[in-house]
């Protein structure tokens, strides 16, 4: 059974910063990419960040600058440090995995979300 455990959100005033962090754990063969998405009140879920496992990462435009993603191998964790919070950063944010299988099959693994909220 896989597990990712998000950390480190809250409430914070704009221009302020929070660390997210999600540790994974359990049976895991292969990781292909982590990443953060984020879902607003009354709005779909969005990409905000992803990284690799060649350590390439993506950022959706408007996180681009003030975000960063990183991985901590040694504690397994993938990290999103955000500077310069805006009140459109608010939703709760989740971890996730694209894994891989021996057979080179893939599939996408959440996490339970942590909220974030950035007030004006």
């Known amino acids: 059974q896989v597990q990712l455990v998000e950390s480190g959100g809250g409430l914070v005033q704009a221009g302020g910063s929070l660390r997210l962090s999600c540790a994974h754990s359990?049976?895991?063969?292969?990781?292909?990419?982590m990443g953060w998405y984020r879902q607003a009140p009354g709005k779909q879920r969005e990409l905000v960040a992803v990284?690799?496992?060649?350590?390439?990462?993506n950022y959706a435009d408007s996180v681009k600058g003030r975000f960063t993603i990183s991985r901590d191998y040694a504690k397994n964790t993938v990290n999103l440090q955000m500077n310069s919070l805006k009140p459109e950063d608010t939703g709760v944010y989740y971890c996730?995995?694209?894994?891989?299988?021996?057979?080179?099959?893939?599939?996408?693994?959440w996490g339970q979300g942590t909220q974030v909220t950035v007030s004006s």
């Open positions: 990284i690799t496992s060649g350590s390439s990462a």
């Open positions: 359990g049976s895991i063969f292969s990781i292909n990419a």
């Open positions: 996730y995995a694209n894994l891989g299988r021996p057979d080179r099959t893939t599939y996408n693994y």
